[in-house]
T-cell receptor, first 118, second 113 residues
């Protein structure tokens, strides 16, 4: 299957700093990428949907100014957690999919990034 | 909105069958999925079923779908210790074009030797 990478896999930062997480589709062009957040022992919650070349669509309750998403190319989307606080500590997972259409349109998931804000 | 519900935990012995259940919310979901998440990792698609099917078998995996009750199950035959992981069901919202997945709460499967 297609490969999606995330970088970094783990990051620890001080409160008030900003952290950028990269999501790359390595062997396919992803017109759409998704960003999820997963709390310990909880399900994945969709944060936003990112389409190449356009603004991201955020889910209800997700702060756009807090979680900046940039999908600058067909293989790269970034999530920046601005002015991070301890409550932003979580496991962030991205996924990528090929253009929408009929059929499965499988989402290929990255390995996740564990963010710890001290 | 309503949650996609799963039982939290399942413990089985190696060689037994495991059955993980899921109750989903959107009766118009066209595809329903089962994902596996190993510790500290992303999600791996295990299998999926189209909404006009009742059952799908893929090697050791059997998916059963009861649309009337909005109930989905995943049966793993001859469960191995390597199957220990968290299993998420997911439903695809809407029936055309853009894909948005809603995940269940996850079931932690522990397989003991």
């Amino acid at each position: 299957g297609a490969v999606v990478s995330q970088h970094p896999s783990r990051v620890i930062c001080k409160s008030g700093t900003s952290v950028k997480i990269e999501c790359r589709s390595l062997d396919f062009q992803a017109t759409t990428m998704f960003w999820y957040r997963q709390f310990p022992k909880k399900s994945l919650m969709l944060m936003a949907t990112s389409n190449e070349g356009s603004k991201a669509t955020y889910e209800q309750g997700v702060e756009k100014d807090k979680f900046l998403i940039n999908h600058a190319s067909l293989t790269l989307s970034t999530l920046t957690v601005t002015s991070a606080h301890p409550e932003d500590s979580s496991f962030y997972i991205c996924s990528a999919t090929t253009p929408p259409g009929l059929g499965l349109n499988e989402q290929f998931f990255g390995p996740g990034t564990r963010l710890t804000v001290l | 909105g309503e949650d996609v519900e799963q039982s939290l935990f399942l413990s089985v012995r190696e060689g037994d069958s495991s059955v993980i259940n899921c109750t989903y919310t959107d009766s118009s979901s066209t595809y329903l999925y089962w994902y596996k998440q190993e510790p500290g990792a992303g999600l791996q698609l295990l299998t999926y079923i189209f909404s006009n099917m009742d059952m799908k078998q893929d090697q050791r995996l059997t998916v059963l779908l009861n649309k009337k009750d909005k109930h989905l199950s995943l049966r793993i035959a001859d469960t191995q210790t390597g199957d220990s992981a968290i299993y998420f069901c997911a439903e695809r919202e809407g029936d055309t074009g853009f894909q948005k997945l809603v995940f269940g709460t996850g079931t932690r499967l522990l397989v003991s030797p």
